[in-house]
C-alpha cells in the first residue's frame, strides 16, 4: 500500500511538473509571437488605409474608437483621419461591421472631405464561400453593385434594389448585401458625427434563410 502510495504522489509530482513547464513554455511563445502579430496587423491596417483611400502618401492624424448602440447593442468603430503629404485633410477610413448571413462583416471604408466613398476593403467575413464572399469585389468600380464615387452627405443611405434602392444585390446574397451596406452606412454616419443605428439605410428584417 505504502508503495502505491508513493508512486501515486511521484506521479501527481511529475504531472504537476510537466504542466508547469508547459504552461511556462506556451506563455514564452505567446509572449514572443504578440509583438509580431500586432506589427503585421498594424501593417495590414495601415496597406488597407492607403488602399481605400486610394493614395500611398498619406498620414493617419488622428484614430478614433467611437461606442455607438446599433440595434441595442453597443458597437464600436475605429476612425482614422487621414491628411495628404501637404498636410491636407483628405478624409477618414473607417472600420465599421454588421452582422452577415455566416457572422459578423467588417469593413473598412475610405471617405473624401465631400462624403463620397473612395474605396472598401473586407477585413473580415464568414459568408458563404462563392455567394457572400463575393461582397470584396461586388461593390468595387467595375463590379455590378459599384458604390465607389457614391455620396453619402446628402442623408440618402445605399439601399439594395430589393429594399427600394438602387444597388444591385450580391447575386442570391440579398442578406451579404443588407449587412453591407449597413456597415458602409454606419461608417458614414460615425465619420459625420451622425447616429449609425438611425442611419444605418438597411433592412431589418430577421435571417429567414435566404442567402
Same mark, same amino acid.
Given at each position: 500500500?505504502?508503495?502505491?502510495?508513493?508512486?501515486?504522489?511521484?506521479?501527481?509530482?511529475?504531472?504537476?511538473?510537466?504542466?508547469?513547464?508547459?504552461?511556462?513554455?506556451?506563455?514564452?511563445?505567446?509572449?514572443?509571437?504578440?509583438?509580431?502579430?500586432?506589427?503585421?496587423?498594424?501593417?495590414?491596417?495601415?496597406?488597407?488605409?492607403?488602399?481605400?483611400?486610394?493614395?500611398?502618401?498619406?498620414?493617419?492624424?488622428?484614430?478614433?474608437?467611437?461606442?455607438?448602440?446599433?440595434?441595442?447593442?453597443?458597437?464600436?468603430?475605429? %476612425?482614422?483621419?487621414?491628411? !495628404? =503629404?501637404? #498636410? &491636407?485633410?483628405? /478624409?477618414?477610413? +473607417?472600420?465599421?461591421? @454588421?452582422?452577415?448571413? *455566416?457572422?459578423?462583416?467588417? %469593413?473598412?471604408?475610405?471617405? !473624401? =472631405?465631400? #462624403? &463620397?466613398?473612395? /474605396?472598401?476593403? +473586407?477585413?473580415?467575413? @464568414?459568408?458563404?464561400? *462563392?455567394?457572400?464572399?463575393?461582397?470584396?469585389?461586388?461593390?468595387?468600380?467595375? #463590379? &455590378?453593385?459599384?458604390?465607389?464615387?457614391?455620396?453619402?452627405?446628402?442623408?440618402?443611405?445605399?439601399?439594395?434594389?430589393?429594399?427600394?434602392?438602387?444597388?444591385?444585390?450580391?447575386?442570391?446574397?440579398?442578406?451579404?448585401?443588407?449587412?453591407?451596406?449597413?456597415?458602409?452606412?454606419?461608417?458614414?454616419?460615425?465619420?459625420?458625427?451622425?447616429?449609425?443605428?438611425?442611419?444605418?439605410?438597411?433592412?431589418?428584417?430577421?435571417?429567414?434563410?435566404?442567402?
Amino acid at each position: 500500500m505504502k508503495k502505491l502510495e508513493s508512486s501515486l504522489t511521484n506521479m501527481v509530482v511529475v504531472l504537476v511538473a510537466v504542466a508547469v513547464i508547459t504552461g511556462g513554455l506556451l506563455a514564452w511563445v505567446n509572449n514572443f509571437t504578440a509583438e509580431p502579430i500586432r506589427a503585421q496587423k498594424e501593417l495590414v491596417l495601415a496597406e488597407g488605409i492607403k488602399s481605400v483611400m486610394g493614395v500611398d502618401d498619406i498620414t493617419v492624424t488622428e484614430k478614433d474608437t467611437i461606442t455607438e448602440n446599433v440595434d441595442g447593442k453597443d458597437c464600436e468603430f475605429v %476612425l482614422h483621419k487621414v491628411s !495628404d =503629404a501637404n #498636410g &491636407k485633410f483628405i /478624409g477618414a477610413a +473607417v472600420e465599421s461591421s @454588421s452582422m452577415g448571413f *455566416g457572422g459578423d462583416l467588417k %469593413l473598412l471604408v475610405g471617405f !473624401d =472631405a465631400e #462624403g &463620397k466613398v473612395l /474605396g472598401y476593403t +473586407v477585413l473580415q467575413h @464568414s459568408e458563404t464561400p *462563392g455567394l457572400g464572399a463575393k461582397a470584396d469585389k461586388w461593390f468595387q468600380k467595375d #463590379g &455590378k453593385g459599384n458604390i465607389i464615387g457614391r455620396d453619402l452627405s446628402d442623408g440618402k443611405p445605399l439601399v439594395v434594389d430589393k429594399d427600394g434602392g438602387d444597388v444591385d444585390a450580391i447575386t442570391a446574397s440579398t442578406i451579404t448585401t443588407r449587412a453591407f451596406l449597413k456597415a458602409v452606412n454606419q461608417a458614414y454616419a460615425v465619420y459625420a458625427g451622425q447616429d449609425a443605428d438611425a442611419s444605418s439605410g438597411a433592412s431589418k428584417r430577421a435571417h429567414s434563410g435566404e442567402e
